[in-house]
Every structure is written in C-alpha cells, then in structure tokens.
C-alpha cells in the first residue's frame, strides 16, 4: 500500500506492505499499480486536449467517428427484451461520453439479471472488473456494442463506465494515432508519468504489484492477477479508457496537481483554465444524480470523467473536491480549497477493510491552520 498527499507543494508520502503476499520485495514510491477507473479522468482530460483544439467538439454527435453508435434504438424497459425498442430521441453527443449520459453503462446487478446485461456481458465489451486480455480490439469492441440497443435514452440518465470505454476509441479515431500513443505524447510525456501505461515493460515488471481480491466467505486474500505472465504483462487488445492504465503515486500526483494548477505543468500548459473548470463542476441534474446511488451516494455529483463532491457532511466532504477511485483498491482526489492532493494505491480489490475511510479521514484531519 502507497500514500501520498500534496498540500501547499508540501509533499508527504507512506508505504506499507509487500509488492506480493509471503514476498520480500517492499512496497516503493515507484511501485507500479493498476489504478482501473482512475484511468477515467486522465481520459477525460484527453478528450478535453482535442475539443480544445476543435477536433471534436463537446455537442456533436458522435456519429461522424463513431458510425457504429448512429441511429440507435433504445430499450422500452430495462428488463425488456432487446428487440422491443424505440428510436433514439437524439445522437449520442461527446458530452453524453464524459457525462456518463449516453444511455448505457454497468449496473449494481448481477450479469444476467437483465436480457441487456446478460447480452453486453457475452459481448465481452467490459461490463465487470478490468480485464484486458478478454477484450477485442477497438473496431471489434465497437462493432459489438453497436449490435446492443441503449439502456436509455441519450443525456437521461447516468450511467458507469462504458462511456469511457467509448471516449478512448473516439479519441483514437479522431487523432489518427493509437490510444496508448495519443495519452503519451499528449499527457504522459509532458507530465514525465514515465510509468503511465496500458501494460508494464519486461524491465518494470519487478515493480508491479500482484492483486488481489477477498473471498467473501473467508476474508482471505485471492490472487486477481500476478505480475509476470498477469493481463498486464503485455499490450492489451483493446486499451480500456474505462479501467486499463497502471500508474504509480508520483506519476498520477503529477497529473492531479496538473488540474490542481488549472491545467498547467510548471510552464507548460496542458489544459485551459476554462476546461479543467468544466470538467469539475458537476454536469447532473438532482435526479441523475439520485439515480447514480451507491457510485456517487449523496453528497457527490458528475463532471467530465470525474466526481465532484457536492455537500459537506462529513471530514472529508469538501465542496469542490473532485478526483475518482479505482474499483482495484486506488483513490484521488484533488481538492482546491485546501490545496490539497492525496492519493491512495492498494493491490486488494474493494479496499482491505476500513483503509479507505480511514485514509481520507486522516489526510484531512493533518490539516493544522
């Protein structure tokens, strides 16, 4: 386990632990972990680089890169069957992506509780935890997901995760390079996140962490993936924008101390000040919100690939704080009222057992003026 919190450029640091259960091999500040959905707001941010640059524009439908997902049909009721659908009332739009309101996305459901889910799941376009190696290449991934009808109506409501997904293959498209190129030459190598990527080189390979989950019925720790010969050894297929990076603390502390500044690296400039405030300020409406439950719970909304948190009900609940965590046992927040940066990495899926709370607990309890 990795901690690191930023506050005034002062910087603090923690780590704890083995990169492997039995292992020797400690837990570094350059340690390599999967950071799964905090893969979201670098996304984003990447989005944002070519809207700023008019390559794509936030109200356009997505129709002109991304023909498959033109004149959809959408379910008449979520546990429908798929064939009894009514037309789209509108394209899916760049702003429907980042919003998380395109009309599709995971469920808190089991995979085959809904003839939709349990289609998208057979499709294997990424409806569970991140893994790489069961995913089809983008044109592929898209083809599939554009044989499934919407969930709902675009801009409706909100919904996890796939429109993520969908980003990474539009930027790819747009940019006329691959995804994994576009973030480096664009945001990684500018920000030095050297360790930023969707696998892990043979020569770093030491310094990923094994994953691990915990069994229900026990509470023992289950390997999810190992490092040497795991889903990460090795360029995936289809590069997630939904879940797919690896990162280490320093290297994802660059990037939210980036949108920290408003969009600026030192000198260079990354994003415009009026983009890194629309993606932080929360897009939902009160019942979008409501109906995001226990992703964003009551005191959170939604901005471009990031939460906002909305109302302050408890220590760490400050308004304005934005960040996401990552479903692989990963947290960030950026938070511009306290000047403040705090990043948690762990290799456990779900957290290990009160790390979480207590670790946003603590960083804002330091705070001492």
Known sequence: ???????????????????????????RRDTIFRISSMTKPIIAAATLILVEECTLRLDEPVDRLLPELADRRVLTRIDGPLDDTVPAHRPITVRDLLTFRLGFGQMMAPPDAYPILKSASEQQIGMGPPSPSTMPAPDEWMRRLGTLPLMHQPGERWMYNTGSDVLGVLIARAAGQPLEMFLRDRLFAPLGMADTGFSVPV???????????VAPETGALVLYDEAVGGQWSRPPAFPSGAGGLVSTVDDYLTFGQMLL?????????????????AMTTDQLTAGQRASAGPFLGDNRGWGFG????????????????????GGLGTSWSSDPKEDMVAILMTQCLGFPSGVYTDFWTLAYQAIDD
């Open 261 to 277: 500044n408003q969009g600026k690296h030192g000198s260079t400039r990354i994003l415009s000040r009026p983009s890194v405030e």
């Open 203 to 213: 020569s770093t390979l030491d310094r990923l962490a094994t994953s691990y989950w």
């Open 1 to 27: 386990m990795s901690m690191r919190s930023a506050r005034r450029r002062s910087v603090a640091a923690s780590r704890s632990g083995a990169t492997a259960l039995g292992g020797s091999e400690p837990i």
């Open 306 to 325: 990031v939460s906002v948190v909305t109302k302050r009900d408890d220590v760490a609940a400050v308004p304005g704080r934005f960040g996401w965590d």
